[in-house]
């Protein structure tokens, strides 16, 4: 038997004092055009507090559908580290691609920033874009947590954002010698990752002298920008024990 559809919320569910809630705008179209379901149909609904709700479809309407709890589970899927992802602003749809595979390997948020060499250049519909992106990825692999994607127009903003983490780590391709050893990470980590420009040598200096980060290396040959990204969160998660 398939499991339930899963449905994020816009609102913190007050559950038990409420057990109605509604579906509406994006939600409620998926859920009534795409998935065909109606009264009856069982689903699980997200609220962004780590509890997966179930429910039941009680009412179907045309703008709407109302859903009632019956219950919940805290969600076992989210990882126990946050870890951070800082990412320059990509070309075509390589944003997209970075902020799905992040949140499936379980990233906590992403920060997309433009620097000195970044070609590519987000609007607010863009990051909205970003956002979905996100929920539906969170949907897909099973999480109860959508990480929140942020947008930064000034580089040093995005590395301010990394203030209260633990382990600061930044992929320079210049770099000849990582100055941190990703096989003993332990606590919170914030990735930084440019775009296909890279970095000035003023920004890495600035993330190193300013910020606290540390530089790496992913080894002798250069990777795209949307296979770095996904490869560093890749190796952290695993590195902290969030892939076994």
Do not use: W
Request: net charge negative; proline share 2%; aromatic share 8%.
């Amino acid at each position: 038997m398939a499991a339930p559809k899963r449905f994020l919320t816009e609102n913190t569910i007050d559950f038990p004092a409420c057990s109605e809630v509604l579906l509406e705008g994006e939600q409620f179209n998926h859920a009534k055009n795409v998935l065909r379901l109606s009264e009856g149909a069982e689903i699980t609904l997200l609220d962004g507090s780590g509890r997966e709700y179930t429910a039941i479809i009680s009412q179907c309407g045309k703008h709407c559908m109302t859903a009632h709890i019956t219950g919940f589970t805290v969600g076992d899927k989210e990882p126990h580290t946050a870890v951070r992802l800082l990412v320059g602003a990509l070309k075509g749809d390589k944003t997209e691609l970075v902020v799905q595979k992040a949140t499936e390997l379980g990233i906590s948020s992403v920060g997309v920033f433009n620097s000195k060499y970044c070609s590519a250049y987000l609007t607010p519909s863009k990051l909205e874009r970003l956002n979905k992106v996100a929920r539906e990825a969170t949907k897909q692999c099973y999480r109860s947590v959508a990480p929140a994607v942020e947008l930064y127009e000034n580089f040093e903003d995005a590395l301010a954002s990394a203030k209260d983490y633990e382990n600061k780590l930044f992929a320079c391709e210049f770099e000849q010698n990582s100055q941190a050893d990703m096989r003993k990470l332990s606590g919170s980590v914030c990735i930084v990752v440019g775009s296909e420009g890279g970095f000035s040598e003023g920004e890495y200096a600035l993330a190193r002298e300013e910020y606290g980060f540390k530089g790496i290396t992913l080894g002798k040959r250069i990777l795209r920008a949307e296979t770095a990204a996904v490869a560093l969160c890749a190796i952290v998660m695993f590195s902290l024990g969030e892939m076994s």
